[in-house]
């Protein structure tokens, strides 16, 4: 596949998955604008990434605030002339405490990092694609957000919302040539300790090279119709195959069974 002149807006561009996300868009030719609220860790990446100027947007901005999420939208239209993709990775944890423990302001936390900043940066950089009649938004979301943990509370809550804002738009957005999926970890595993130390605690976890790869595959002409899917991305065998081996089936599984399920039921995922 390629990417070539697709513009692509990537949030939380420079932390762990965001950088190698990235990296694999821009091998694909695409257009890249990337934000995150770090000047200097942006800078960084646009180093690494050594791309012509005409290639490559960076800025930084607060997604809680809508007023700089248009101006992100805004000027990434006026270096490109068109907004295409929008990969929203921004987010975090917190936890620990029981419902009856938690700090109201924990909840009101998660809330910020996965409903609000997913909320202003779909106002904002969403109108273009569906003017356009061709976009996709991707988000990273957790299984947590509909099987809970204990003492997991205000990260669920977070999620939750986020997904429910995610469906939402997946149900607006149908025959606009524009489509919304969600990709479903357990763990992001940025330091490679699935594979350096792995244990039953970090079997499940997911490495960034394996979301950049099935993000690569929602971007493709191929998912145009796949809309509203939820894609788990780790694994809940418990089997006595290589960590390694074990996560990677399942992945390939998991993507093969949402393809053959659309396919063979005229597309009521969507």
Known sequence: MTLENRVAVITGAAGGLGSVVTRDLAAQGARLALLGRSAERLESLKRDLALPEARLLIRTADLLNPSEAKSAAEAVTTKFGKIDILLHLVGGWTGGKTLT??????????????????????????????????????????????????????????????????????????????????????????????????SPENASWTTPEELSAAILYLLSEETGTLNGARIPMYSGFKNNLPVSLRHREFFVLSLDRLVFFRWSTSLSIS
């Open 101 to 198: 423990e938690v700090p109201a302001e924990d909840v009101t936390v998660m809330l910020d990092q996965h409903l609000w900043t997913t909320f202003h940066s779909v106002r904002a950089f969403l109108p273009e694609m569906v003017k356009n009649g061709w976009g996709r938004v991707v988000v990273v979301s957790s299984p947590f957000a509909s099987r809970p943990a204990a003492r997991g509370g205000p990260y669920a809550i977070g999620k939750a919302a986020q997904e429910a804002l995610m469906l939402t738009l997946s149900q607006e957005l149908k025959g606009s040539g524009v489509t919304a999926n969600m990709l479903l970890v357990k763990s992001i595993d940025t330091k490679a300790e699935r594979q350096t130390h792995p």
